[in-house]
């Protein structure tokens, strides 16, 4: 049975429940910037944020998931192709982040790269997790036949901030995250790198957790209800993950 832990909880370095108290952001809803609660209440052509999360993005996964499902039925060939269609299904589907304030590079980031005092060109803006990985994270929940687990995990990876950053960086992250209970932990490997908060506050991605993100998500009252609807999320391993993901390209090279 692959092992999980629940993201939506707090776990010492051994991975049991930690027992410390939880930090204080009373002072941060003040400085979540305007600018994105009015683009929340906004929305994008019509659309707001909590119906894309909550029907949009889960009803497209499903009816994609199931069409392909549909055709390897009617034609077993189509197999393999179907595979790697189920991939960049979720691929595409993290990257519409539109309704997300800090999408936009003009507009005041959620996180942003800073080394002291040291000026920086902030050109890319790179997601947390690899989408790669976050494909196999959303199809193992799908494989186990739990639909409401891959929704979780679809809206979960959508909604973590991405990361304004320098191409360089962008370039020198490595393609896996090794603990999914901290969700900017590749930027640690980069020497020197520290995470900007939009409050001005520099954080450390070795020891930032998701337990802490959600708890800050949840200060912009538009992503409150979204937020909540993750309870009972949970992710598989890194290495039940790689295991997951070493096979399904086995299996594609195998039939080749």
């Known amino acids: 049975m692959t092992k999980h832990f629940a993201i939506n909880q ?5 991975g049991s429940r930690a027992a410390a108290e939880e930090p204080s952001f009373s002072a941060l809803p003040a400085l979540v910037p305007p600018e994105w609660p009015a683009w929340l209440d906004r929305g994008w052509h019509g659309v707001r944020t909590g119906e894309w999360a909550g029907l949009y993005l889960p009803a497209k996964l499903d009816a994609d998931l199931r069409f392909l499902s549909h055709l390897v039925k009617l034609m077993p060939d189509f197999d393999r192709v179907a595979q790697r269609l189920q991939r960049e299904v979720v691929g595409d589907l993290i990257r519409m982040q539109h309704l997300l304030p800090w999408h936009d590079k003009k507009r005041p980031q959620f996180f942003r790269e800073k080394r002291g005092s040291e000026a920086l060109l902030l050109k890319d803006r790179e997601h947390a997790f690899p989408v790669s990985q976050v494909k196999s994270l959303v199809l193992m929940a799908m494989q186990d036949n ?3 687990q891959a929704r979780k995990r679809l809206i979960y990876f959508w909604l973590v ?3 304004l950053c320098t191409s360089e960086t ?3 992250l490595p393609k896996r995250c090794s603990d999914f209970r901290y969700p900017y932990l590749r930027y640690a490997s980069v020497e020197g790198l520290r995470l900007e908060r939009f409050d001005g506050a520099e954080v450390d991605p070795a020891t930032y957790d998701a337990y802490q993100l959600l708890d800050e998500l ?14 009972g999320l949970t992710l598989p391993t890194p290495e ?3 295991e997951f993901t070493r096979k399904m390209v086995h299996r594609g090279k195998s039939k080749g």
């Open 10 to 14: 707090k776990y010492d370095a051994e």
């Open 146 to 148: 739990d639909v409401e």
């Open 161 to 163: 901030p991405t990361v």
């Open 170 to 172: 962008h370039k020198r």
């Open 218 to 231: 949840q200060l912009i009252d538009q992503l409150k209800p979204i937020v909540a609807a993750l309870d």
């Open 240 to 242: 039940a993950e790689e």
